[in-house]
């Protein structure tokens, strides 16, 4: 069976061009970057230029990227990084109720520690309103966090406004840019932000490897505590095979961002359209234009999400759920509620996240496959059947 692949907000697959990057850095150029010998040398000069690669696809200056393991990283130094460097003047945190785990929890936790939060609503298409941020600052409000574009229903936030609300507050804003790179133009000078979150995984890049970018002039706290790495704020010899492909992939992403998402907003419309004409009482989640190019997420009523998660796997069509299942919890999605969806609709509902490499035939074999799942499932189901 040919298997198709539809789960590109979970991750990537490394395309040839970044692997090839990364060759030699898991080969001959093996030097530590911090050695002041040859071999130390040959690294470092290259580590730069993939730092260069991220500051340039950001519209940021180079010495205001630091390197980090993870997306989750970025997420956990920016916000309590921030908090504890601004304690003394305040300890408000400003977030909005759908962000990743990576910040809710890392503002929970800081809830346990004195800090006090406030997680602002989303409307039915999980946009942040920014009357509701305005209203939400208080004197001691130190931090805003908001994520660029959601994981699950895709949604792009109006980042620039909420940034610029930040910036007439002197309050210092940080974005989860995690799902945006590649499909969203970003500029950090020109849209306000002072922090913002990426991982490597989701742009093509490996897994384990993220960045975090810090506006010339904003002090933090360091999290990782050791060497002299990364201007001393972030100790830990470089993951520099990683860091060489992720500098590729932003690059590659970004010179070919427009050309990609024209090709994927032609195929999710196509998707919404498929599903939604052969699927009775089905709904869109996320916003109709405001959302990732490569992102289809339905609620799919009188079934369950895991059940045509399965019934997908077993077509060959790897997507994803919005029920929390994979976390261990049988809870829904706190995305899907806070947008509004009972438990019930939430429970039936299925992500699907296209990349470059999913064709508009990959597009009509996924329509027929749900169909077909559905009206197996839907068979079977006493939901169902009782209406
Ligand atoms: N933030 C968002 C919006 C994400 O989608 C993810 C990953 O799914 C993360 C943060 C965490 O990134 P990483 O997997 O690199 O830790």
Request: aromatic fraction near 4%.
């Amino acid at each position: 069976m040919n298997r198709i692949y539809m789960d590109n907000a979970a991750t990537t697959r490394i395309t040839e061009p970044v692997l090839e990057a990364m060759m030699p850095y898991l080969t001959d150029v093996f030097g530590n970057p911090s050695s002041v010998h040859a071999f130390g040398r040959e690294a470092r000069k290259p580590l730069e230029q993939a730092r260069k690669q991220v500051a340039d696809a950001l519209g940021a200056q180079p010495n205001e990227i630091y390197f980090t393991g993870c997306g989750t990283e970025s997420d956990n130094w920016a916000i309590r990084g921030a908090a504890y460097a601004s304690a003394k003047k305040g300890k408000h945190i400003i977030t909005s109720q759908i962000e990743h785990h990576a910040v809710l929890h890392t503002v929970e936790q800081l809830e346990k520690e004195g800090f006090t939060a406030t997680y602002l609503p989303v409307d039915e298409f999980g946009l942040v309103n920014p009357d509701d941020l305005e209203k939400a600052i208080q004197p001691d409000t130190i931090l805003i966090t908001i994520m660029m574009a959601n994981n699950e229903i895709g949604t792009i936030q109006p980042i620039e406004q909420l940034a610029q609300i930040a910036k007439d507050h002197k309050i210092l804003f940080h974005t989860d840019a995690v799902q945006a790179i590649g499909s969203v133009k970003i500029d950090v000078k020109a849209m306000n932000i002072d922090l913002l979150s990426l991982s490597g995984h989701k742009f093509h890049a490996p897994k384990g490897v993220g960045a975090l970018y810090i506006r010339q002039g904003v002090k933090l706290q360091r999290l990782i505590y050791g060497g002299a790495q990364e201007r001393t704020q972030r100790g830990g010899t470089e993951n520099m095979a990683s860091i060489i492909g992720m500098g590729k992939a932003i690059e590659l992403a970004d010179q070919q961002m427009e050309q990609h998402n024209q090709k994927l907003c032609a195929m999710r419309d196509r998707m919404i359209e498929g599903i939604m004409e052969s699927i009775p009482e089905t709904r869109l989640n996320g916003h109709a234009t405001k959302r990732l190019p490569g992102n289809v997420n339905v609620s799919i009523r009188y079934i369950e999400g895991e059940g045509i998660l399965i019934g997908m796997d077993l077509e060959g069509i790897a997507a994803s759920s919005g029920s929390a299942c994979t976390s261990g919890s049988l809870d829904p999605s706190h995305v899907l509620l806070a947008i509004g969806l009972t438990h019930e609709i939430a429970h039936g509902s299925l992500r699907l996240t296209l990349s470059e490499d999913n064709t508009m035939e990959d597009v009509e074999i996924a329509i027929a496959a749900l169909t077909r799942v559905v009206t197996r499932l839907r068979s079977m189901s006493p939901l169902y059947n009782a209406n």
